[in-house]
């Protein structure tokens, strides 16, 4: 076994347990938006998280370089919420839950306050994966070296010639998704990996919700062009839906061994660089590196580099023992917890899932191209043909998902009827 695959395998498989109990993590970025059109005052948000402090009883978790507060912790539920790239960005991290009723009673509380103290400034919190008014605000980062350095390193797709990369380095601070963290056995997470890329067509049908004004692209996720014509997507491994099932848990970390390296952290300071395949990492001389205040230098590789490392795959395996969903747009608020409540039905009834992916009419009229399938459904415009293939395939997974959530027990399958109703119109 190569030294990278066996950090890789060090850091990705030491929390998974062979019989977890179920867990939900869910995570939800939204845009904070001026509502007469205007760019948003970030004064107005630095303001709103140190308002928080003491309307919902948090403690400051992270401050800027200012002393702004920037995250924020709910010290029972261990929720947080905090500046997601930009100051122009809202996310909801929330802690463990055992059933989404949970969540959905917390956020609702929050988001009384927080829509509350953002009106009286014009202000509001929206459900849209892509910020309205992207244009016009502004985009800098949160002054916080992780933020600073993600922004900078993007910003190095004006210097390289690799492959045809979008003109839009700055996306971080503007484009919003919604997360579901989900507990996964050794047994199970490479089958629940290898489902869940085969359902992407789908979920790019009935979650799209980030169409981009600023160029002429014929989808309604930008959100995907985004990440994979970017610095992050230079290796095809490194984001977006897998481009193959996994034969077995060396065929995965072969995969993974193909991601990116692209920061390191050297006595408090933080470097970005080039991206350098995981597998070629440690051979590798030397690195030209930056810091954060454009200062070039020359870095040695070390082992120690692989506990930053972080693709960004849409089935991420996480260092937490979770598969962590990451392909969904931000969603309208009245549909907040659909995503969340569809790949956890998913995930329970796995076995019903594979069985019907193996036979599934959807693949045999459009084949099994998984990275494609989402571009092609993800269209602003289907033809009658791809409408009736991705509504039906769509509609038998949701019957999975929804047979997955009554055996759990929790009432959980309200959460589908949005997504239902839309398909039966």
């Known amino acids: 076994m190569s030294p990278s695959i066996q950090l890789l395998k060090n850091r990705y498989l030491k929390n998974i347990k062979e019989n977890p109990e179920l867990y939900i993590g869910i995570e939800l970025e939204f845009p904070i938006v001026h509502t007469k059109g205007e760019s948003i005052d970030i004064e107005v948000s630095k303001d709103l998280m140190r308002f928080l402090v003491d309307a919902l009883s948090l403690e400051v978790e992270k401050e800027d370089q200012d002393g702004n507060p920037i995250q924020l912790v709910e010290p029972k539920s261990q929720d947080r919420i905090l500046f997601e790239v930009s100051y122009t960005t809202l996310e909801f991290a929330f802690g463990k839950a055992g059933r989404i009723q949970d969540v959905e009673e917390r956020f609702d509380a929050y988001m009384k306050v927080i829509q509350k103290k953002l009106g009286e400034k014009n202000h509001t919190i929206q459900g849209l994966g892509i910020h309205p008014h992207w244009d016009i605000n502004d985009n800098r980062p949160v002054a916080y070296p992780r933020y600073q350095m993600l922004m900078a390193y993007l910003n190095m797709s004006s210097q390289v010639r690799i492959g045809s990369l979008h003109a839009f380095p700055e996306y971080g ?253």
């Open 173 to 425: 601070a503007f484009i919003c998704g919604s997360q579901v963290q989900l507990d996964v056995s050794t047994a199970d997470y490479l089958r629940v990996i290898n489902a869940f890329t085969q359902v992407e067509a789908a979920k790019a049908y009935l979650f799209a919700n980030s169409e981009f004004s600023g160029a002429d692209w014929d989808t309604r996720i930008s959100r995907d062009i985004f990440w994979e014509e970017s610095m992050h997507g230079i290796y095809p491994e490194n984001v977006g839906v897998n481009a193959k099932l996994f034969k077995d848990e060396d065929d995965f970390f072969d995969y993974l061994d193909r991601s990116a390296i692209f920061t390191a952290e050297r006595d408090g300071e933080t470097y970005y660089f080039s991206p350098i395949r995981a597998r070629d990492y440690l051979a590798t001389d030397k690195i030209p590196a930056y810091t954060l205040n454009g200062k070039e230098t020359l870095l040695v590789p070390q082992e120690k580099d692989f506990q930053t490392h972080r693709s960004y795959q849409y089935q991420d395996l996480t260092t937490r023992g979770t598969i962590e969903f990451r392909s969904v747009c931000t969603q309208p608020l009245d549909r907040t917890f659909a995503s969340a409540a569809f790949h956890l039905g998913l995930l329970v009834n796995l076995d019903k899932l594979e069985a019907y992916l193996e036979t599934a009419p959807f693949f045999e009229n459009f084949g099994c191209d998984y990275k494609s399938l989402r571009r092609q459904f993800s269209k602003k415009q289907l033809t009658d043909e791809e409408k009736a293939g991705v509504v039906q395939f769509s509609k038998d997974l949701l019957a999975i998902a929804e047979q997955g959530l009554e055996m759990r027990g929790q009432r959980e399958m309200t959460y589908l009827k949005s997504l239902k109703e839309e398909l039966t119109l």
